[in-house]
């Protein structure tokens, strides 16, 4: 996947005359299930909302589909068991900073980075995570967009569905990689900007000191967020779309 320098696309240009949405729409009272192919992503892509709903009392879950440890591949410093443990450390401070006091249940389906398809495919993931939801109380499901340019955000996307569909919840995507670039827009785009909770999401964000610094400096095409873009996703309302509605 190619990642710009600068954050410039045509959903971004669409987002600026979308219709705002409020978190009582996107996550009504109960339970919300978000499928994140990375640690990260539920961060850049939801992280203001995902605080929303933590503050609105909402109860919360993600399933994981992969550890991330493909962003540094040829690291020696950190071997792939140590990209995984730092990821996942990373993700339980991101959470902390999002959501404070709330406990955010993670089911992690520890798919190779790269490999989210599996999930997607794997009835008996999709039956786990199928009975683990409905004992959620699971009432909307979010997930990255299906137009996002990398395999395992598809992925994610497609299980989202898939699970939405028979749990006869909602389904919101938020696009990452997608919102830059040409490609074609979808409908039903929705804005979500609390300013608010902006501070908590630039927290988040900082500590994925694996993305968003040098921290992993001895793989020269290992993974480090443009400091343009790392400012977009900070500042940016976050953009949703509407996939399916509540039955």
Same mark, same amino acid.
């Given at each position: 996947m190619s990642v710009p320098d600068l954050p410039e696309g045509a959903l971004l240009d669409a987002a600026r !005359?979308?219709?705002? @949405?409020?978190?009582?729409t996107l996550a009504p009272p109960g339970g919300l299930l978000i499928v994140a192919p990375h640690p990260d992503d539920e961060?850049?892509?939801?992280?203001?909302?995902?605080?929303?709903?933590?503050?609105?009392?909402?109860?919360?879950?993600?399933?994981?589909?992969?550890?991330?440890?493909?962003? #540094?591949?040829?690291?020696?410093?950190?071997?792939?068991?140590?990209r995984r443990?730092?990821?996942?450390?990373?993700?339980?401070?991101?959470?902390?900073?999002?959501?404070?006091?709330h406990r955010v249940r993670l089911w992690a389906a520890h798919c190779p980075?790269?490999?989210?398809?599996?999930?997607?495919?794997?009835?008996?993931?999709?039956?786990?995570?199928?009975g683990a939801a409905r004992g959620h109380g699971t009432r909307a499901v979010?997930?990255?967009?299906?137009?996002?340019? #990398?395999? !395992? #955000?598809?992925?994610?996307?497609r299980l989202a569905a898939r699970l939405a569909e028979q749990l006869g919840?909602? #389904?919101?995507?938020?696009? @990452?990689?997608?919102?830059?670039?040409?490609?074609? @827009?979808p409908r039903h785009i929705r804005r979500f900007?609390?300013?608010r909770f902006a501070p908590a999401k630039r927290a988040a964000m900082a500590a994925y000191a694996s993305?968003?610094?040098?921290?992993?400096?001895?793989?020269?095409?290992?993974f480090l967020m443009p400091s343009a873009l790392a400012a977009h996703f900070q500042t940016h309302p976050e953009i949703f779309i509407h996939e399916r509605a509540r039955q």
């Open positions: !005359d979308a219709a705002p @949405v409020g978190i009582a961060t850049l892509g939801c992280g203001m909302a995902l605080a929303a709903a933590a503050e609105a009392g909402r109860r919360i879950a993600i399933l994981l589909l992969t550890d991330g440890e493909a962003s #540094h591949p040829a690291s020696r410093l950190f071997p792939e068991d140590a443990a730092l990821r996942r450390r990373e993700l339980s401070r991101a959470l902390a900073a999002l959501a404070p006091g980075d790269g490999e989210g398809a599996r999930a997607a495919e794997d009835k008996e993931l999709i039956a786990t995570a199928l979010w997930s990255t967009w299906g137009g996002d340019p #990398h395999c !395992d #955000h598809e992925a994610a996307a919840a909602a #389904h919101w995507s938020f696009p @990452v990689w997608g919102r830059f670039g040409a490609r074609p @827009v900007s609390k300013r993305q968003m610094t040098d921290l992993i400096d001895d793989d020269p095409d290992g």
